[in-house]
DNA sequence: CTAGCAGCCTAACAATCGTTAGGCTACTGT
DNA sequence: ACAGTAGCCTAACGATTGTTAGGCTGCTAG
């Protein structure tokens, strides 16, 4: 049980590299060739890991589906204010992003795929929670008179994913998930008036 | 003579059909049968209107692309605050998702397909014009001090980008171009002391 | 020591890909 | 009237796809 170094770390490259090429190229554009070449092997060698393409896929999504539905979880059990949960739930996307950034790139871009995979219902059935908690989360924010009522709350749940998922394509380093927050709710927390924003005085 | 509705008509139907495939599923993913089913016709026909796929391609891209330059042009030449011609590129790059919201998704999702195509280095040039414009803006518009010191110029540019192309992928209708400006620009723009929501009103 | 199997290889499969060849039909210009 | 051709068709091409078959090598459990 010691041998692991060369046994599961080249299983662990497989899921790595076809994860980059998946998330650049799409899943589809990506051939299992491609995948061997980026790892050193033969196309056939892969399928001594992955039964198929699709389950390479499926193993690389539902990794990444775990970790945030376990952050969910959390952030479903916790008291918050609805603003607070709303801010959680974004940073726990974020987060989910710097540990399974091309995981999220490739549900975010192949989204066709994802809706019609066979080994994807799990991650499919998830993805229906946590769209249902989205809407909660923001339903209370705006009942709370947190979110400017110049938006819905569906339109605001998609269009928020929308601009959450993009960030992911973003390199890691390039801007800092406290950024990302500070743009996305600045622009849908209402202002509370007599109150500046907590950290810059305005200038000009 | 224009009689048969169905004669010119066919080649913008090719067009809009391949267009949506491509947005929805991918460049590769979408085969030259699936565009025929779509339109109602065989697949070696397609080629009666495009020499090939990535003749196909380039049309769809290249319509989008004269009509954003077209806006950026009008842009560069009027004189605006830095701030005003800021929300004025954003306007223009949404208004182009409104005329070609399939082509801004295509540009937006098989990025690796665009910058290796050879039909389209008239359309990469002018994406690396536009990004210069960008940057220029956003760099006098970090001058005036009418944006957040937390933001460099060259991460927020590409930050801007990602923000303002996912939201092509919405519905139309879902949600308005002004809700979009007014998401991103209280992110961005400093807080205005004494005035509670700044609206500005860039003209063209 | 040796049987077994993990892990990789080469070779090849059927299916599907983008694309081409060639033919039919109906309209057009002269 | 008739040649030309736009627009579509069927059939098929070679290349590439995901995948399978079968074999070699070296480590490991008994």
Redesign the interface.
Known sequence: MSQVTGRANKRDAVLRESARLFA??????TTMRAIADACGMQAASLYHHFASKDELVAAILTRSDAHISGLYDAILDAPLEPADRLEAMIRATLDNFGHHRDAARIYY??R??VAESPLLTQVRDNAVAHDELWDRSIEAAIAAGRI?P??EAI?LR??LQ??M???A??RGD??SA???V???????LA?E?GR??PS?R???
């Open positions: 650049e190229r799409g899943i589809e554009a871009r192949d066709a795929y400017s110049r938006f339109n998609r269009l929308e601009l998922w993009s960030t394509r973003l390039a801007v406290d950024d990302i500070h743009v996305l709710l600045h622009g849908i202002p008036p500046g924003e810059h305005p200038e000009l």
